[in-house]
């Protein structure tokens, strides 16, 4: 009895579904129909009238359009032209800006520790290649113990004491630290298993940027005049081809002749037919 009346639901659900597609359908089609029909008896209307013009009133209509239609080419190639100018000058100024910041660009980080073309942060403090020789160091427990010992003696307490009870055991052969010295602080990091790689690249990467800061300033300065030169260039080139474009449109805007002949043509005619029309 219940699978009945389940079906039998199903049955007058589909039937109810298949109604409303009938319906939607014949909407639709409708709709097509009464547009098809609105676009003929635009189309229609529009030759009839234009059939229905004199010869002068027919040389009106199409100057007007042919007007209109330059125009309206002329203002879009316009619009196209500057926008097409909008990326390319944005490029040229993105890479003004690099430009001014060579020298004081991030190179990369290991841990906490920060590494700037001109400078260094830790967790101790930051320090300016400028200002003083820096060098960092990746090495054994024991290694560093034996020929650091100056500058570990300057390291946080609780890592350096670790660091040296390490480098009096077996495993001070095996146990890696980077070293970052610098007149002001020293920084003492223990790596971990899988870490040496790392750390060796940023220690080289360190040492690098401390022994190369003297030739960022003469680098950023032809740099940032190439770029500027570059952005010159690029607004330049700009300009013209806005300007060239706006002449353009100024000019086909001025071009009235055949509009005005057509217009003056019209006129009369539409004078003289206000005039002879009875009181």
């Known amino acids: 009895m219940r699978e009945d009346g389940v079906v039998g639901s ?4 589909g039937g109810v579904m298949s109604q409303t597609a009938i ?13 098809v ?12 009238r234009i059939a229905a013009m004199t010869p002068e009133e027919r040389e009106f209509h199409e100057a007007k359009k042919q007007y209109d239609e330059a125009v309206a080419l002329a203002e879009k190639t316009l619009k196209t032209t500057v926008e097409a100018w909008i990326q390319p000058v944005k490029t040229a100024e993105s ?3 690099d430009a001014h910041t060579i020298g004081t660009r991030s190179l990369g980080s290991y841990e906490n520790i920060r590494l700037f073309e001109d400078h260094v942060e830790t967790p101790q403090g930051a320090f300016r290649f400028e200002n003083g020789s820096v060098e960092a160091t990746v090495d ?4 560093l113990a034996e020929s650091k ?7 946080d307490q609780p890592v350096f004491e670790e660091l040296v009870s390490r480098s009096s055991r077996p495993e001070g052969a095996l146990s890696q630290y980077l070293l970052i010295e610098t007149p002001i602080f020293v920084t003492l990091v223990a790596l971990g298993a899988d870490d040496e790689a790392d750390a060796r690249q940023f220690s080289l990467s360190v040492n690098g940027a401390a022994t190369s800061v003297a030739g960022h300033e003469a ?5 940032v005049a190439n770029a500027q030169a570059d952005l010159d260039r690029v607004r330049a080139d700009q300009e013209a081809a806005v300007a060239s474009a706006q002449t353009e449109l100024d000019a086909v805007r001025a071009d009235t002749q055949r509009l005005d002949a057509a217009r003056g043509a019209v006129e009369p005619t539409t004078a ?8």
């Open 37 to 48: 029909a609105a676009y003929i008896w635009v189309v229609v209307g529009k030759r009839r």
């Open 10 to 13: 199903r049955e007058l659900l």
């Open 140 to 143: 054994t427990a024991s290694n």
């Open 219 to 223: 680098s950023r300065e032809l740099a």
């Open 149 to 155: 010992e100056g500058a570990l003696s300057r390291a």
């Open 272 to 279: 003289d037919s206000a005039g002879s029309a009875p009181v």
């Open 23 to 35: 319906i939607v359908l014949v909407v639709v089609g409708v709709v097509a129909v009464l547009a």
């Open 95 to 97: 890479a003004l800006a």
